[in-house]
């Protein structure tokens, strides 16, 4: 393997790594807006989707 290889590799793990990391702050984020809306929901404030 030929160091153009092994830089090449590391740039696309690198990528994956950004794809992740972005990835999983979505999932972050999302789960902190739905836990926020379960608190409104249980201290009785706003009205469920459903209703």
Known sequence: M???DIGKRQ???G???TDL???LT???ATQ???GNRLD???AGGGTPPYC
């Open 2 to 4: 030929s160091l153009d």
């Open 11 to 13: 740039a696309e793990h």
């Open 15 to 17: 990528k994956q790594l």
């Open 21 to 23: 990391s972005q990835s």
């Open 26 to 28: 979505t999932v972050r």
């Open 32 to 34: 902190m807006r739905h």
């Open 40 to 42: 409104e929901l249980d």
